[in-house]
DNA sequence: GCGATTATGGAGTGTCAACTCCAATCTTGC
DNA sequence: GCAAGATTGGAGTTGACACTCCATAATCGC
């Protein structure tokens, strides 16, 4: 509740309920690996499904190792909603910060549909499926998701609102509403890509918003 | 596997598995109040947080009538999901049904809303839900969430297509491709509006789809 | 009405999950 | 180098959960 705002990306198991004032170098490292095999699980299997078990045998610690970085699976998932947001970030990047052009949103379109092809449509959002499974259940896992969809969302309204102050776009188009647009294009079409196991779901569902920007072009 | 493409509402758990062939009034009666409980649950919490004693108790049976009419728990969410997709049906059809003019898809729009708007925003899409906990974890089941889709789709693509019959869209319009975004627009609208506690996600979202629709105007 | 089938009650079982505890070992600041 | 604190191992506990079993009561076809 306390740290949405800046974009915290690694520190978020230090609150008040982690008992850890300071990590060590291999603390640290313990930490992350526990983290990262935990969003592995959940990415796979969801939230439910993945338990504590799996993730202590797959990240090659103990139980008590565990539960020395997180207070309980509720902690462990607001740090997985944390890695999987900065993961998608970093994946998406270098396209995210330009998304600017006509031809940067193809670009970035295209990428996202590569992807789920590679997966063979398999596992939605890294951060969506969590959201569907977590937001009426956690009260602070979906403030973290609210944080980590904004984060997404930002450097596409910010690169459609260059795109109108450049005069791509007309003055009056609502860029804001376009990138919501986008973004819950991206979320329905991989869920129903992800549910069909063609891609054709999140290619029409984006082309269709991307076509719908076009209409402002100045 | 087997029933996947007639529209099949409630007869689903009658296959190889399920031991009553014949069920009594009475019998057909307390498998429905089963499924009803079940899905409310599972509305609320989602599949793997929905026990079966939590179904038991609410239906206000024993548990052995629930495994009389359901050989597992997977076999009752896909009496859940074909529950879920009669109800969203059945809400929305006098609309649904006649989804063939500008005046219908905004009504449409604003019923989907409002309903949201009831629930103060809690609560995602009934079959998108569970698509998003079980396409990846149940072969069966995401079988029946296609064909849940499926029915959901048609109407809309039907709606449309009529539209572009009677000359009120151009000719050369995807109106497939439209109902397939419309729909892709509803599902990630929906998850960022149950996130966010807010309507606008869902309302803009499928907002842009019908400018697009729009667009596409004869 | 009567035999066969269906519907119901409720206690019981085995498994698995989250979480705990305590003791032992490294690391770090000074 | 030496305490203080961080890190680790692994067995143990507790409860929830899906599912079973067997006996009894209702209902249906004829």
Redesign the pocket.
């Known amino acids: 509740m306390e740290c949405q705002l800046q974009s915290c990306a690694y520190d978020h198991g230090v609150r008040e309920t982690a008992p ?9 490292a ?1 930490r992350a690996r526990i983290v990262a095999a935990a969003a592995e699980l959940v990415f796979a299997h969801g939230v439910a499904r ?5 993730v202590r045998r797959e990240a090659g ?5 565990l ?2 970085y997180f207070a ?3 902690e462990l998932m607001r740090a997985v909603i944390a890695h999987q947001t900065d993961g998608i970030l970093e994946v998406q990047r270098p396209l995210l910060d330009h998304l600017d052009s006509f031809a940067a949103l193809e670009q970035w379109r295209d990428m996202l549909v590569a992807l789920q092809e590679e997966r063979h449509c398999t596992g939605g959002c890294p951060i969506g499926s969590i959201a569907a499974e977590l937001a009426d259940e956690d009260p602070e896992a979906r403030a973290d998701l609210v944080a980590g969809f904004e984060r997404w969302e930002a450097p596409i309204r910010e690169g459609l609102a260059r795109m109108r102050e450049r005069g791509d776009l007309r003055a009056d188009a609502d860029t804001d509403a376009l990138a919501l647009a986008l973004l819950a294009a991206l979320q329905g079409g991989l869920l129903l890509t992800q549910t069909r196991r063609v891609t054709a779901p999140l290619r029409i569902a984006l082309d269709t918003v991307l076509a719908q920007i076009r209409t402002q072009a100045a």
């Open positions: 850890p004032r300071r990590l060590t170098a291999k603390g640290r313990t993945t338990g504590i078990d799996d610690v103990s139980a008590s190792q539960y020395h309980d699976k509720d």
